[in-house]
Structure formats: structure tokens, C-alpha cells
């Protein structure tokens, strides 16, 4: 490998804003908010933390944020280097009418194989800056003909980037006003994208009515959102201090409300081939099972509770559902299996990943062979879940940050994205 070569990383542009020079003399204030010195916060759990605004790591010049009770048109809310996002646009449509037409396949379902582990490689071409200022929600679009990735920052930025485009180009907007909780790309129709916020905003990118409609509010944070695969009618997001709420578009309203934990849900997860059955993960310690089909009006009893000594930071069920991971601050991920979870394994992995960065998850592939989370060495540990431990980790001189959050390709087998506290997104393929 030749040595001394810078790698481009392709990114967004937002153009500097000129200031004008004062002649007045500066008064330095000496407060730790303008110095750039955190507040204590010795106490909280990384999750409590992720919610806080970063004083090291200001986001790029954005048109200004402000709680929208409405329709936001895309025009106002695109804040990339062009003048105009229309090409983005008319692709995106173009790309779901495609889709639309083809048909594709039911997801993993019909990818579910082996993977040879070594055979995946970081190119220095797929790495971008998608968004300004630290990942929180990633995903890829359920795609068969397009590589797209769409990643929410914590400054409430939304980036979309074209894999395979041969300029890099980054389309960057600003819908929200606080870190993005979540990213549901519709399958049936990929024009629509729902995203939340820890401001208690879920909006929809309707890019055929070229807005981020608002679907709902609430002064409430909202901390997670999901849905069952192929379901286009029913949100489920996470909201305040452990409830679980159930939106139904074709009411225009809320359906359901449980409070399912002591604390904040971290991550919602539905079983494959089984719509009613969901996971949760809390900062109260704890990952919890639910059938919804015995629910009431005003509770619902855990089908499992799986105990852990610190917060609990993500909750997933395999590809085939017959397991889950979980992964929490207290240096483990959880994989269970079994006809009721009794099957239980505790891998130890560092995961005090600090305040300023996205915590960690352990993110499923293609099968149920292999977990995938980050490190702080700035690789990427895969667990065996059959020997349950790391039996390798993605190194490369590539990776200038620690990547901590992570989707794998529904169409794709190899194809992983990792994304990172300074926005960038690094993807990794099948050689």
C-alpha cells in the first residue's frame, strides 16, 4: 500500500458566513458554557448524556431551527451547498416508482445465508461526511437497485448518501430541532421517511409533496420509533419516562399508551414473521419481551424481563427471531435463544463510551450468526454468537473516528454502514 496519500472524504458543503470585524473591545467571560468546558454530569448514564448539546462539537452554519407546528416544506428545511435540492428529489421518486413497479423481496428473509467474515473490506471510497456533528440514527433504504444512506444527527440534520454516486454528493436538511431518535424508510412506497426527535416531533418526508408533514408532537421526548415490517399504518415510538404510544395514520391519532419501564425506552425492536411481538430495551436496566395481543387499554404484562446491573441501550431480535441481543453500561451484551429466551450468554465488551460519543448497540447481520458493534480503538468487533465472543474486529487506516452506529444492507449480504460522532459513514463490503 503506497504510503503519504490523503483520502478525500466526500461530504456535504455549507458555505461560511462572512462576520463583520467590531472595534469594540472584547470582554472575555470566563464561564464554563464559553469556554467549551462540559457541565458535571457525574451521575448520568450515557444515554441521559446523548441528550445533551455538544459544546466541542458545534454543527456546521444551518438555516435556523424552529418547532414548525406544520407542513415543512423541503425547500426551506435543505441546507446543502446547491441552490436547489430538486435533483435529489426527482431521483428519490424516480427511485420508489422503480421500485414500486419491480416488486422486491421480503428483506432478509430472502437473504439469510453465510457470510464469509474475512471477505469484508472498508474501500476508502465509501466513506462520506454525511451530516454535521454526531450520528444517532442510520439506516439504509430497502432498495434493490440503489445504495442509500440516510443518517440523523444530533443537531436534528438529516444526510442522504448515494453509495454508488460517482460524485459522493451528500443532500443535507434540517427538519428537526433536537437529536434525531429514529429513521423508518417505508419499503412499500421509498419516497415517505419517518423520523422522531428528543423534542417530541415525528415528521414524514413525503418527497412526491416535497414536505416534512408533522405527524405528531408531544412535550414529551420521543427516544425510539419502529414498526413492524410491512406495516404502514402504526408507529410505535418510545416516549417520556418509559411509555410506549401507538400512533394509527389511518385514525390521525394515538391508539394505545402503556408505560412499559421505570425510565426512558431506548430501542424498540419487533420479532420477524410475528408483528405483535415486540422488544424493548430501558435505562432502567432492563430489556423486556411483549405480546400485544394481551394487552388492555391501560396495561400489558412483560412476557420476559431480562435484568441487567446498568442501563440497558438496545434491545434486537435476529433475523430469524429465534434470538436476542442486548447490549448495556455494564460491559455486556445479552444474547438469549430458546423458545423463551432461557438460553442466556453474557460476552463482556467495553461499552463507556463517554459524553461525547453515540452509545454503543449491537447490531445483527444478514443471519444470526454474527453481532457487530464498535470499539473504542476505532474498529468494529464482530461476536460469534455461536462461540459468543469476538472473534475478529474491522481495522483500517482508514477510520478517523469510532464508529457506533450501525445498519446492515437488507439486499446487500456484506454491506454494513458504521457511523460515527463526526458524521461520517463508513461502509464495508463483501470482496
Not at 427516544?223 to 401507538?246: D, I
Not at 395514520?249 to 420479532?271: A, Y
Amino acid at each position: 500500500m503506497q504510503l503519504g496519500l490523503r483520502v478525500t472524504t466526500k461530504s456535504y458543503v455549507v458555505k461560511p458566513e462572512k462576520k463583520p470585524k467590531s472595534e469594540n473591545p472584547v470582554v472575555i467571560r470566563r464561564s464554563l458554557r464559553t469556554r467549551g468546558i462540559p457541565p458535571d454530569c457525574k451521575g448520568l448514564d450515557a444515554e441521559t448524556l446523548d441528550s445533551l448539546p455538544d459544546l466541542h462539537n458545534s454543527p456546521a452554519k444551518t438555516k435556523p431551527s424552529v418547532k414548525t407546528l406544520g407542513p415543512l416544506p423541503m425547500s426551506d428545511a435543505y441546507t446543502g451547498d446547491d441552490d436547489s435540492d430538486r435533483q435529489f428529489i426527482e431521483s428519490i421518486v424516480g427511485m420508489a416508482k422503480k421500485e414500486a413497479q419491480e416488486g422486491g423481496l421480503d428483506g432478509r428473509d430472502e437473504l439469510r445465508g453465510s457470510l464469509e467474515i474475512g471477505s469484508m473490506d472498508l474501500d476508502p471510497e465509501n466513506i462520506a461526511r454525511v451530516v454535521p456533528g454526531r450520528i444517532t440514527a442510520m439506516r439504509f433504504f430497502p432498495s434493490i437497485s440503489v445504495k442509500m444512506v440516510v443518517a440523523g444527527s444530533k443537531f436534528g440534520n438529516l444526510g442522504f448518501w448515494n453509495v454508488g454516486d460517482d460524485e459522493g454528493r451528500v443532500y443535507l436538511y434540517h427538519p428537526h430541532p433536537a437529536p434525531i431518535s429514529g429513521i423508518l424508510v417505508q419499503s412499500y412506497c421509498l419516497s415517505k421517511i419517518y423520523t422522531s426527535c428528543y423534542d417530541g416531533f415525528i415528521r414524514l418526508m413525503d418527497a412526491e409533496k416535497e414536505i416534512f408533514d408533522l405527524v405528531y408532537s408531544s412535550d414529551d421526548a420521543i427516544y425510539s420509533l419502529h414498526q413492524p415490517r410491512n406495516e404502514a399504518n402504526c408507529l410505535y415510538f418510545g416516549e417520556g419516562r418509559g411509555g410506549l404510544t401507538v400512533w394509527d395514520n389511518r385514525m390521525g391519532k394515538c391508539s394505545s399508551s402503556w408505560v412499559l419501564h421505570e425510565s426512558r425506552i431506548n430501542t424498540i425492536d419487533f420479532k420477524c414473521g410475528s408483528p405483535l411481538i415486540l422488544a424493548t430495551s430501558s435505562s432502567d436496566g432492563t430489556a423486556c419481551t411483549w405480546d400485544l395481543r394481551y394487552a388492555n387499554a391501560d396495561k400489558i404484562t412483560a412476557l420476559k424481563t431480562l435484568t441487567h446491573k446498568k442501563a440497558v441501550h438496545s434491545a434486537y431480535f435476529s433475523p430469524s427471531g429465534c434470538c436476542l441481543a442486548t447490549t448495556s453500561l455494564d460491559d455486556t451484551i445479552g444474547i438469549y435463544g430458546g423458545a423463551d429466551l432461557e438460553d442466556a450468554a453474557s460476552v463482556y465488551h467495553y461499552n463507556q463510551t463517554g459524553r461525547w460519543l453515540s452509545t454503543f448497540r449491537a447490531t445483527w447481520g444478514w443471519d444470526d450468526s454474527y453481532l457487530f458493534i464498535g470499539n473504542m480503538k476505532r474498529g468494529v468487533d464482530v461476536v460469534s454468537t455461536s462461540k459468543r465472543k469476538v472473534v475478529t474486529t474491522f481495522q483500517s487506516p482508514h477510520i478517523s473516528a469510532i464508529p457506533c452506529r450501525f445498519d446492515a444492507h437488507p439486499y446487500e449480504v456484506g454491506m454494513l454502514a458504521g457511523g460515527t460522532s463526526g458524521g461520517q459513514v463508513y461502509i464495508w463490503t463483501s470482496r
